[in-house]
């Protein structure tokens, strides 16, 4: 069955530091996502992006937050300036078309633990 | 502020019993709602998905939806031991264009 796959697994990073989120979406899928889940927390979105561009973002993706899909296959989740409470579970998802629509729905990877020190 | 509230639980049931996991959103306009299945650690794992009122089946689960309450509910026949998980419920607000608002789950037990 096909899936979302992430790398790294996890990760342990600095205050200050760069990280960058790697995903692979299931490979007919247009729609592309982050979302996040602080430990303890609700699952909660940071990102969508169709064809090539941010189709949404909440108030959590600010600009210390990018996004790219460099190549035809990886989609990736870059946070310039690490702060503490950058520390959550990243989830890239991904949907065939738009959520809700021909049952549309929204497949998650098995995420990446960031640790932020 | 968009909202999707569950209870946190845990609620315990023993095997075999029906679990009754409820959920309330906020947004009337919402059309399309989601239960997801989280294991500790892991990621959400859709398990069905309702836009009408009323109940949708698969299996060993139900769905229920009442738009005019803005209530969905989840309910688990036969309930296993490997039940056992964080069940949240997400929902597509009217506005947005595809995009989820999770509630903060509901954890189930199922003794054996």
């Known amino acids: 069955e096909p899936e979302v796959t992430q790398t790294p697994s996890h990760q342990v990073t600095q205050m200050g530091q ?23 927390q609700k699952v909660e979105f940071l990102v969508s992006f169709y064809n090539n561009e941010i189709s949404e973002k909440s108030e959590i993706f600010d ?8 190549d035809g296959s990886n989609f990736t989740l870059k946070i310039r300036s690490t702060k503490l409470e950058d520390s959550a579970m990243y989830f890239c ?10 049952g549309n729905t929204i497949y998650f990877g098995e995420g990446s633990w960031l640790t932020v020190v | 502020q968009k909202e999707v ?3 946190s639980g845990p609620l315990s049931v023993p095997e075999g019993a029906i679990a009754s996991l409820n959920c309330t959103y906020s947004d009337r306009g919402s ?4 239960w997801y299945r989280q294991y500790s650690g892991k990621s959400p794992e859709l398990i069905m ?8 089946e698969d299996g060993r689960f139900t769905a229920q939806l009442n738009k005019a309450s803005q209530y969905v509910s989840l309910l688990i026949r036969d309930s296993q031991p490997s039940d056992s998980a964080t069940y949240l419920c997400a929902v597509k607000p009217d506005s947005g264009y595809s995009t989820l608002t999770f509630g903060k789950g509901t954890m189930l037990l199922v003794s054996p």
């Open chain 1, 18 to 40: 760069e990280v960058i989120l790697r995903c692979v979406p299931i490979s007919n899928h247009l729609y592309f996502y982050w979302y996040r889940q602080i430990l303890g």
């Open chain 1, 63 to 70: 600009d210390q937050f990018s996004v790219e899909r460099p």
């Open chain 1, 93 to 102: 998802a991904s949907s065939e078309g738009v959520v809700g629509v021909s």
């Open chain 2, 5 to 7: 509230e569950q209870n």
């Open chain 2, 31 to 34: 059309q399309s709602f989601f």
């Open chain 2, 49 to 56: 998905f309702i836009y009408s009122n009323g109940d949708k």
